[in-house]
């Protein structure tokens, strides 16, 4: 265990519609980064917060956005559903606001849309 | 924009021998280099990682080799076990204030008994 927990773990919507993942990072830990993860492909970074801040943001589409509550835990939305936002949504954190140090993954949210 | 190599997408091996993933990255400024290990629908899990300070660095069966002038970094793995078949990824940073952590497509590794 991680210590990083996201719900829901599996989604399943229709095209159209409108999801939140949530996630809570490590206890103590400020940053929150957001990665997608589509079928047997690699971890395309899509946004991270830090202590409540958005601070860096990769090739995020401009219908999924992202918040950082002042309870640190994070929540992403994906709205106007398509089939290839199919795909395996980790969230992971760490106690710094950059990389230097070992980030932890929480166990994924699966979203299947149909 | 930044981005990092990885290389080759598949591996097999035979149990006991070596195994070698390479990764070659864009940001010169990059200075934290972590490889991560991903097993079939699990989350992804650090096993190893390299500052630019650093050479090389070992733990058990498992090394990282980093150099900096040709901006290349590479896994090795000795004596793979079965267990070690899995999802590799190698990731670099981006330089201290941008914040971003860019993945490898990834290697999967398969060790045959």
């Known amino acids: 265990d991680s210590g990083v927990t996201q719900t829901p773990k599996h989604l399943i919507t229709a095209t159209g519609q409108r999801v939140t993942l949530r996630c809570s990072p490590r206890?103590?830990?400020?940053?929150v980064y957001w990665y997608q993860q589509s079928l047997d492909q690699g971890l395309q970074f899509l946004i991270q917060?830090?202590?409540?801040?958005?601070?860096a943001k990769g090739n995020i589409l401009e219908r999924f956005s992202a918040q950082q509550f002042p309870d640190l835990h994070s929540e992403l939305n994906l709205s106007s559903l398509e089939l290839g936002d199919s795909a395996l949504y980790f969230c992971?954190?760490?106690?710094?606001?950059?990389?230097?140090?070992?980030?932890?993954f929480g166990q994924g949210t699966r979203l299947t849309v149909v | 924009g930044e981005n990092v190599e990885q290389h080759p997408s598949t591996l097999s091996v035979q149990e006991g021998d070596s195994a070698v993933i390479k990764c070659t990255y864009s940001?010169?400024?990059?200075?934290?280099f972590p490889w991560y290990k991903q097993e079939l629908g699990k989350r992804p899990q650090l096993i190893i990682d390299?500052?630019?300070?650093?050479g090389e660095k070992k733990d058990q069966r498992i090394a990282v080799t980093l150099n900096k002038t040709a901006k290349h970094f590479s896994l090795h793995i000795t004596e793979t076990q079965p267990e070690d078949s899995a999802v590799y990824f190698c990731?670099?940073?981006?330089?201290?204030?941008?914040?971003?952590?860019?993945f490898g497509t990834g290697t999967r590794l398969q060790v045959f008994p």
């Open positions: 992971a954190s760490s106690p710094k606001g950059h990389w230097d140090t070992e980030a932890f």
């Open positions: 206890s103590g830990d400020l940053s």
């Open positions: 917060y830090y202590n409540g801040e958005e601070r």
């Open positions: 940001d010169s400024a990059s200075n934290y």
């Open positions: 390299i500052r630019s300070n650093v």
């Open positions: 990731a670099a940073s981006g330089a201290y204030n941008t914040d971003k952590l860019i």
